[in-house]
């Protein structure tokens, strides 16, 4: 069911580089927020992805943010006349599935990562990654596996948070938040299933979500930090990813994502301000300075934003409460 369009005010406009056919785009103004997706009593975590023209949007659904009954995965996709339709499902008996990531591979099948957690009386048994995959055409996603971590650090309270391919390899950071201390690990695959342990991050500050993103042959990560003063980190390694550096910055920043615009960082995540909750989208430097763009219609239980540029716009998934239910929200940003 789609929700009513909700218009927003417009940014100001960025018009450097206005008329110069090569000049980098900027994140011009809002264009709109729409809830496109509302079924569940409670509808989180998204991701998105365009392939072979199609706009995809993986989330979870559920009763509550946690516990109640075991969470499955929806995907979603965009229609010409504007509105959403089902192409899959995903769900595994006796498991809490929850926070899709969407990726292709280089193969180019469509691969969808979730977090698999078990619960018994509402206590946590065991946590660890799946991983399935689909055709693009069909979406018809195959059995549901957990991923196999290569490592004598494996334990069962292992979580990957994001798949990132760059030429042929995939690169993701699993976490480990019950560890002592908690650490989070830079892994890799080629087959999306079975990753090797490349390094552990030197993050302190119980780092867990990691978006991983590439300019040019560079490697950089956005963390999110649970511990400490718990403010993001943004990092960047050369090949062969073993020598980091990493700037805290002036946030701290849920859920975080981040796309490369004409060599400008787009941020969006959940933003933690006095009493609130709200997801933003922000640009950020390379000194690691955020500057504010776009406060989303959002509140409470949000974030977990997907984000993809195509064409002349920018859209970003995400889900908020501030209605009267938990529900997923595209945002649609027009580039100069």
């Known amino acids: 069911m789609k929700c009513p369009l909700l218009h927003v005010c417009l940014l100001a406009a960025v018009l450097t580089g206005f008329g110069c056919r090569n000049a980098p785009r900027h994140v011009a103004q809002l264009e709109a927020v729409e809830c496109i997706w509302r079924e569940a009593p409670h509808s989180a975590f998204t991701d998105l992805l365009r392939v072979d023209g199609r706009l995809l949007c993986a989330f979870r659904e559920g009763d509550a943010h946690v ?15 504007g509105t959403w339709k089902p192409v899959a499902e995903l769900r595994e008996d006796g498991v809490d599935l929850r926070d899709p990531k969407l990726s292709i591979t280089p193969d180019g099948r469509v691969m969808l990562t979730c977090g698999g957690s078990v619960y018994v009386d509402r206590t946590l048994q ?11 055409i069909t979406m018809d996603f195959k059995a549901i596996v957990p991923i196999v971590f290569d490592d004598p650090a494996a334990s069962d309270r292992d979580w990957l948070w994001r798949v ?6 995939g690169w993701g950071v699993l976490y480990q938040p019950f560890a002592d201390p908690p650490e989070a690990h830079l892994v890799s695959t ?31 990560a956005l963390a999110r930090r649970g511990g400490g003063d718990r403010m993001a980190v943004f990092g960047r390694a050369a090949p062969p990813f073993t020598s980091w550096s990493f700037t805290t910055l002036d946030e701290r920043i849920g859920g975080p994502d981040f796309v490369d615009l004409d060599g400008t960082w787009i941020v969006s995540g959940r933003r933690y301000l006095p009493g609130e909750q709200r997801t933003f989208l922000a640009d950020l430097d390379d000194a690691g300075t955020l500057t504010t763009l776009a406060v989303l219609p959002s509140g409470g239980d949000t974030s977990y934003p997907g984000m993809v ?21 595209l945002a649609t940003f027009i580039l100069d």
């Open 67 to 81: 516990h109640g009954r075991d969470g499955t995965i929806r995907v979603i996709e965009r229609v010409p006349d």
């Open 126 to 136: 065991s946590m660890a990654t799946r991983v399935a995959f689909a055709d693009p």
């Open 164 to 169: 990132t391919w760059h030429d042929g390899t």
């Open 190 to 220: 080629v087959d999306g299933i079975h990753y090797r342990h490349a390094r552990t991050l030197p993050i302190d500050g119980a780092p867990n979500e990691v978006t991983l993103r590439f300019r040019g042959d560079t490697m950089h």
């Open 309 to 329: 540029i195509d064409d002349d716009r920018l859209l970003l998934s995400y889900y908020s409460s501030h209605e009267d239910r938990t529900a997923i929200y």
